[in-house]
């Protein structure tokens, strides 16, 4: 299978970009950072995250030129990586470190190896198939943490700083990083690794698949601009990811409340990737980062 259209988008929601997104020949990547829950916010803990994501995508471009190297042993390595290099802070709270959700796909030969951690998504389309795979246990707690978020600004809050009074709450459920009944994220856990999503998926003569970070999915899951993902790949026949994410931009900002449609913040990182499959020669690529 060859790859004929392959268009990515990293868009910030805020003065740093903590999402990225990676490809090589066959392989392909998102990731979406989580940046300690301190106070008061500083740059370090910015920073913190953005060492974590870039050192695991670098770990990954040289992990995925092994073509015999499951993915799972790449992230695997990546954890022990990490580990290795933040040992010395196991006095710090779990809601003190960075931790990132990644979602890593490779094409190898009719199958569709696939790796994810956290609230990212792969949406896969190959014919009127349509398989959509995820993790819901952060968007579970996150339910809960923004009911309370619009009890506060029903109190007469504003937005943000129902954002801060719920802090606690938030940290509560950060504690729940990578046990069992809470949720699963990459942070270093070689634990986490054995409690991804894992699996393969059969490639048609045609499939298409889209991997997205929270920030994005929000037009399927938040926004309802698309009542499934399938209307959102018929829409990419016609539109670029850059303009479906001007879209969620716009939505966005017209709720900066974030009333109409609850969430935590008005804007989010947002960054997708996606990949049409099939036997045609030439590749279409657009690329787009900020």
Same mark, same amino acid.
């Given at each position: 299978?060859?790859?004929?259209?392959?268009?990515?988008?990293?868009?910030?929601?805020?003065?740093?970009?903590?999402?990225?997104?990676?490809?090589?020949?066959?392989?392909?990547?998102?990731?979406?950072?989580?940046?300690?829950?301190?106070?008061?916010?500083?740059?370090?803990?910015?920073?913190?995250?953005?060492?974590?994501?870039?050192?695991?995508?670098?770990?990954?471009?040289?992990?995925?030129?092994?073509?015999?190297?499951?993915?799972?042993?790449?992230?695997?390595?990546?954890?022990?990586?990490?580990?290795?290099?933040?040992?010395?802070?196991?006095?710090?709270?779990?809601?003190?470190?960075?931790?990132?959700?990644?979602?890593?796909?490779?094409?190898?030969?009719?199958?569709?190896?696939?790796?994810?951690?956290?609230?990212?998504?792969?949406?896969?389309?190959?014919?009127?198939?349509?398989?959509?795979?995820?993790?819901?246990?952060?968007?579970?707690?996150?339910?809960?943490?923004?009911?309370? $978020?619009?009890?506060?600004?029903?109190?007469?809050?504003?937005?943000?700083?129902?954002?801060?009074?719920?802090?606690?709450?938030?940290?509560?459920?950060?504690?729940?990083?990578?046990?069992?009944?809470?949720?699963?994220?990459?942070?270093?856990?070689?634990?986490?690794? $054995?409690?991804?999503?894992?699996?393969?998926?059969?490639?048609?003569?045609?499939?298409?698949?889209?991997?997205?970070?929270?920030?994005?999915?929000?037009?399927?899951?938040?926004?309802?601009?698309?009542?499934?993902?399938?209307?959102?790949?018929?829409?990419?026949?016609?539109?670029?990811?850059?303009?479906?994410?001007?879209?969620?931009?716009?939505?966005?900002?017209?709720?900066?409340?974030?009333?109409?449609?609850?969430?935590?913040?008005?804007?989010?990182?947002?960054?997708?990737?996606?990949?049409?499959?099939?036997?045609?020669?030439?590749?279409?690529?657009?690329?787009?980062?900020?």
């Amino acid at each position: 299978m060859k790859v004929i259209r392959l268009e990515a988008i990293s868009l910030a929601g805020s003065d740093i970009n903590e999402d990225l997104y990676g490809y090589d020949a066959q392989a392909f990547w998102v990731m979406d950072g989580a940046t300690a829950l301190v106070t008061p916010y500083t740059g370090d803990a910015a920073a913190e995250v953005c060492w974590l994501i870039n050192k695991v995508d670098g770990i990954i471009r040289s992990g995925i030129k092994e073509r015999n190297a499951a993915l799972p042993e790449i992230m695997r390595m990546a954890a022990l990586t990490v580990r290795r290099e933040l040992a010395g802070n196991e006095n710090r709270q779990p809601w003190e470190f960075p931790s990132c959700s990644i979602a890593l796909v490779r094409v190898n030969k009719d199958f569709l190896e696939y790796f994810l951690l956290g609230d990212v998504t792969l949406a896969f389309k190959s014919g009127e198939e349509l398989r959509v795979i995820s993790d819901d246990a952060i968007r579970k707690l996150d339910a809960k943490a923004i009911k309370e $978020k619009l009890r506060f600004q029903a109190e007469g809050l504003t937005s943000a700083a129902a954002r801060q009074a719920i802090l606690p709450i938030l940290r509560r459920h950060r504690s729940l990083m990578n046990t069992p009944g809470g949720y699963w994220i990459f942070n270093g856990s070689p634990e986490a690794i $054995k409690n991804a999503l894992t699996g393969t998926i059969k490639l048609g003569n045609s499939s298409e698949f889209i991997l997205a970070t929270d920030g994005f999915s929000r037009l399927v899951d938040t926004f309802h601009v698309y009542p499934t993902w399938s209307y959102l790949f018929q829409d990419l026949k016609k539109s670029s990811l850059s303009e479906l994410a001007g879209r969620l931009r716009q939505l966005e900002q017209d709720d900066l409340e974030c009333l109409q449609y609850p969430r935590f913040s008005p804007h989010d990182d947002a960054t997708a990737l996606y990949v049409e499959l099939g036997d045609e020669a030439g590749r279409r690529t657009s690329l787009t980062s900020e």
